[in-house]
Structures are given as structure tokens and as C-alpha cells.
Antibody
Framework: EVQLVESGGGLVQPGRSLRLSCTASGFTFGDYAMSWFRQAPGKGLEWVGFIRSKAYGGTTEYAASVKGRFTISRDDSKSIAYLQMNSLKTEDTAVYYC??????????????WGQGTLVTVSS | DIVMTQTPLSLSVTPGQPASISCKSSQSLLHSDGKTYLYWYLQKPGQSPQLLIYEVSSRFSGVPDRFSGSGSGTDFTLKISRVEAEDVGVYYCMQGIHLPFTFGPGTKVDIK
């Protein structure tokens, strides 16, 4: 059974940093891309970014709203994906979800989602 | 960025009756590989989103066959043949071909 468990959320002040983790099980982690999404309170879904598998170079893509502030990485030996969030803004407040992704060079399908972790950016 | 629109934004359905949601994209979602990268997700109350339909019309693992997807190019439809109480939630369409990947605003479905 595919399982994704996010952790690391919490309350953080504007301008500070936070790192989220996504621990995966039930599949060969290194064979898949991993992605992050977020959902602000009462709002819709927003794609944050993803990291391709090593087979596709392990490269990353980001939404414009987080590019330069957020970094996605992965540790295939531990089956963990990370979302490093720097220079946080109040508008980054959201539930953050990690997902498994099936990607080609230019396309992606996000099939399994974690339960999410809440990040609140407030002074 | 590709803009995804959905209609209606809310839907109240009698159990056992059909329901239909429309999704339109501002650009074609047809890839040169012949596939169309349009997905449907359902977010039940208090839960994370779950994949229902991928590549327009393929049901994901475990999805009941009362859910079906259709369409091509820029116009797509999700149909529920007979709505059940467990189908309540917000339905989102999403495109997975053009970065950044984008969602429709969601259609909230509840039971009459």
C-alpha cells in the first residue's frame, strides 16, 4: 500500500525558514518523481513544485510564487522528499501535501497524496 | 499559465441521480505523444485530494465505475452516473502538460 506522510509543519514567523519532510512507503521511491502542493485555508489547490527521479536527472520545477525561496530535494536511500521553505511570507500559510508523481520530460500525473501538514506563517 | 475553468461551481444532487461537471482549459491539453493530460480529483471533507480520473477518461485504481470522464482538446466532462452520499466534496480538474500545473477552482457537490 502506497503511503505518504508529511511532517515538519507548524507556526513560523515571516522571513523565517521551515523544512517539511515526506516519508514514503509501499513503492520503489527512487523510481518516481515527488511533488508538493498546497491549499490555503478555504481555498483551492496550488502546485508548488516537483523533483524528478534520478532517471530523469533529479531536476526540479517550481511555481513562480515560490521559485527562489523554496527548494525540493530527495533522499532515495531514506525514501524521503523534502521541501525547504525560506523567506516565508504570510501568504505561504497553507496545508502542504506531498504526492507521488509519474512524469515524463514535460508531463506529470500525481496519483497518491499524503494527509498534509499545516504551515502557519504569522508574527 | 493555463487557466482551468469549471462549471458549475456548486451542485446539489439527489442520491441516485446523475451529475455532470464541465472543465475547460485555455490551451489544448493534447500532447505530441497522443495523450491528453487532464485529471479529475475529489477532495472529500477534511481529507486530502484523491485521484479519480487520469488522461481524460481512465479511472484510477479503486474508483467506482459510476465515475466517467470524457472530452478532448480543451473541453472535458466528469460524470457521475448515480450519485451516492460518499461522493460529496469538491471536485477539481487539473492539467498536467504545461508548467505550471494548474487546477480549476473546484465544484462543490453536496446531497439534497
Amino acid at each position: 500500500e502506497v503511503q505518504l506522510v508529511e511532517s515538519g509543519g507548524g507556526l513560523v514567523q515571516p522571513g523565517r525558514s521551515l523544512r517539511l519532510s515526506c516519508t514514503a512507503s509501499g513503492f520503489t521511491f527512487g523510481d518516481y518523481a515527488m511533488s508538493w502542493f498546497r491549499q490555503a485555508p478555504g481555498k483551492g489547490l496550488e502546485w508548488v513544485g516537483f523533483i524528478r527521479s534520478k532517471a530523469y536527472g533529479g531536476t526540479t520545477e517550481y511555481a513562480a510564487s515560490v521559485k527562489g525561496r523554496f527548494t525540493i530535494s530527495r533522499d532515495d536511500s531514506k525514501s524521503i522528499a523534502y521541501l525547504q521553505m525560506n523567506s516565508l511570507k504570510t501568504e505561504d500559510t497553507a496545508v502542504y501535501y506531498c504526492t507521488r508523481a509519474i512524469t515524463t520530460v514535460t508531463t506529470a500525473r500525481f496519483d497518491y497524496w499524503g494527509q498534509g501538514t499545516l504551515v502557519t506563517v504569522s508574527s | 499559465d493555463i487557466v482551468m475553468t469549471q462549471t458549475p461551481l456548486s451542485l446539489s444532487v439527489t442520491p441516485g441521480q446523475p451529475a455532470s461537471i464541465s472543465c475547460k482549459s485555455s490551451q489544448s491539453l493534447l500532447h505530441s505523444d497522443g495523450k491528453t493530460y487532464l485529471y479529475w480529483y475529489l477532495q472529500k471533507p477534511g481529507q486530502s485530494p484523491q485521484l479519480l480520473i487520469y488522461e481524460v477518461s481512465s479511472r484510477f485504481s479503486g474508483v467506482p465505475d459510476r465515475f466517467s470522464g470524457s472530452g478532448s482538446g480543451t473541453d472535458f466532462t466528469l460524470k457521475i452516473s448515480r450519485v451516492e452520499a460518499e461522493d460529496v466534496g469538491v471536485y477539481y480538474c487539473m492539467q498536467g502538460i504545461h508548467l505550471p500545473f494548474t487546477f480549476g477552482p473546484g465544484t462543490k457537490v453536496d446531497i439534497k
